[in-house]
Each structure stands twice: as C-alpha cells, then as structure tokens.
C-alpha cells in the first residue's frame, strides 16, 4: 500500500455547483450572505496564511502554544493511532501533534483542496517515513467516508474553525462527528474565546488591510467562477462583534448603489449604498457553553486547555 493514498469524496463539479447555489441562495436573499468557504482559492489561502501572522491576529499563536504545552498529555489521555484532522490546510498545526502521538500508524487530512492534501501530505511522509496517510478530498459538513483506520482515533478539528458553524449547524456537525467516532475515540477541538471587543474586531480588521483584501477576494472568486462584474473597490470591508450572538461578523458593505450581473447563474444583483453582504460569522466561546453543545452531540468534554493569556483554548472530549 502506497503510503499516500487520496480518495476523492467529492464529485468534480461539485465546487462549482455548489458555489452557483450558495451565490444564488445568498444574493437573492435579505440581508444578502455568502458561505466563508468561498475565501479558500489559491490567493485566499495565501491572504489567510499572511492573516496567521498578523500582531493583531492572535488565535492561531495562542492554539499554536497550547499544543505544544498539551501535545504530550493529549497523546497519554488518548493513546491515537489515527489522527484525522478536519480542514487539514497545510497542516503545520498537526505537527505538534504528530511529533507528540507515539503509537501513530495513520494520519488523514481532510479538506476540499485536492493540492493543498497533496503537499501537506507529502511533505509530513518526507518527515515522518513510517506514516500511512489517507488523504480525504471531502467537504466535512457534507459527510467524511472514512476508510478503515486502526483505533483510538483522534478527530481533531482546530484553528476556530467551528467557530464559523451557525449553532444549528455546529449541533449537526458534532452529532455526525459523535457518529463518526467509536466509543473511546476523541475529538480535540479548537475554540476562540469570548473577550473585549476592541481585540476581537482587530483581529477580523487589521492595520495592513490583509483580512478586508482576504474577505474582498470573495468576489474575485465569484467574477472568476462565474464570470460576475463586481468592482471589489465598490465595498468596505466591515467587521463588528454582535455581542448577543457573541460573534465576530464580517461584511462588504457597499459603497453606493450598484448592480452587479453574474453571467453564470443568470442574475444581476442590486446593491443599495449601505447595503451590507455578510461573509463571515466567527463565534467565540465560553468553556460552559462549548461543554454543553459538546454534551448535547453525545461527547464529553475531559480536558479544557487555555493559553497562558486566556484568549484560546482546546478541549478534548471522548465518545
Ligand atoms: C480559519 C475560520 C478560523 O474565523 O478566525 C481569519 C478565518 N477570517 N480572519 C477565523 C478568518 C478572518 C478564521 N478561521
């Protein structure tokens, strides 16, 4: 068996079918809205990686700490011999990790880039010889067809990531992780934390300007993919905290009245200046709060760690 084997668990077109939908759902709608998974092209994963190193922008320095003080007792509390990581990107994360799980034989990346699974997965068989990777072209909110993997399996899913879930949505989602797993699997998870307002909208609207590009390459990806006219210098970028729902918003608000046409699923949208387009939501959590939804999905939660700064934290909750 090839140490790098790649199952393609999503049909072809499926991106493009999927983005014409969610471009006709979202812009047809009031207030309008686009899924964040549309930022991930090439440019958008590059503005992303540049977004990771950003002073403002703490989370993935705060995970980054927390693994590698919890690598080890992760490793004891689970004893993995199957890592899967949900949006794996170019796994730098899972390092910590890996280098940490002494009885690892298999490793599975999933994410919807076939080329980013590609190199992370070639690039840790590089470091790490002994390795069987499965890599997973999959969408992990439409189902995750694991192949038969030696157990305890640890499911990790970090980076905040859940955090751009609605609630209904992050319930589905930890009810199918629950199913996904056996008991004695775990699921280590990472979550931003509820804090003041003036860090949390620094972080989604740094100084530089990356993340108001990053959230404008939307789009660049809806001109490019479906042949749309929008003008990315017609909006501002916005990000607010909407204290009630405890989540970060980010909007391109439009700078005056316009009407875009988007030849590829036969529309043309009209903004009126003011309006806002929603692009993200990215919630912030509360230990309560994560061990309750945590709870509802059938999962316990054992472990709670922070950083040093309390901004971050990771859980581990069994099966
Ligand atoms: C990759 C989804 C965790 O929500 O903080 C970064 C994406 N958006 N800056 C987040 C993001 C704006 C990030 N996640």
Same mark, same amino acid.
């Given at each position: 068996?090839?140490? /790098?084997?790649?199952?393609?668990? @999503? ?26 998974? !549309?930022?991930? $092209? ?11 190193? =950003? ?11 927390? %693994? ?5 007792? &992760? ?22 990790? &890996?280098?940490? @799980?002494?009885? %690892? ?25 002994? =390795? ?21 399996? /640890?499911?990790?899913? %970090? ?55 990053? $959230? ?24 607010? !905290?909407?204290?009630?729902?405890? !989540? &970060? ?12 046409? &988007?030849?590829?699923? $036969? ?26 939804? @945590? ?9 709670? !760690?922070?950083?040093?700064? $309390? ?9």
């Amino acid at each position: 068996m090839s140490p /790098l084997s790649i199952t393609r668990a @999503l049909p072809a077109d499926a991106t493009t079918a999927a983005l014409r939908a969610d471009v006709v759902q979202g812009l047809t709608r009031t207030p309008k809205q686009l899924p964040p998974k !549309w930022f991930y $092209d090439a440019r958008g994963s590059e503005l992303f990686e540049e977004i990771t190193t =950003l002073p403002e922008y703490y989370p993935t320095r705060a995970e980054r700490e927390i %693994l590698r003080a919890r690598a080890a007792r &992760i490793a004891a509390a689970t004893g993995a011999r199957t890592l899967i990581e949900l949006g794996s990107g170019s796994s730098d994360k899972t390092r910590h990790l &890996i280098g940490a @799980l002494p009885e %690892l034989h298999t490793y599975v990346p999933v994410d919807v880039s076939e080329s980013a699974l590609t190199a992370a997965g070639e690039a840790l068989l590089a470091e790490y010889p002994g =390795l069987t990777v499965h890599a997973l072209v999959a969408d992990f909110q439409r189902g995750i067809p694991l192949p038969a993997v030696p157990g305890p399996r /640890l499911l990790a899913f %970090l980076g905040g990531t859940i955090g751009n879930l609605l609630p209904r949505e992050r319930s589905v989602f930890l009810r199918a992780v629950h199913d996904l797993l056996s008991p004695g699997d775990a699921l280590l998870l990472g979550t931003d934390l509820v804090k003041d307002e003036a860090t949390l909208v620094a972080a989604y609207d740094d100084a530089r300007g990356v993340t108001a590009a990053f $959230d404008k390459n939307v789009l660049h990806v809806v001109n490019r993919e479906l042949g749309a006219d929008f003008d990315p210098a017609d909006f501002a970028h916005i990000a607010l !905290w909407d204290a009630g729902n405890e !989540w &970060i918003e980010m909007r391109l608000r439009a700078r005056r009245d316009l009407t875009a046409k &988007i030849p590829g699923v $036969d529309l043309a949208v009209t903004f009126a200046a003011g309006e806002e387009l929603r692009t993200e939501v990215s919630a912030k959590f509360r230990e309560s709060g994560v061990r309750a939804e @945590l709870a509802a999905a059938g999962l316990t939660l054992a472990h709670w !760690w922070t950083d040093g700064k $309390d901004r971050f934290a990771l859980s581990l909750a069994f099966r």
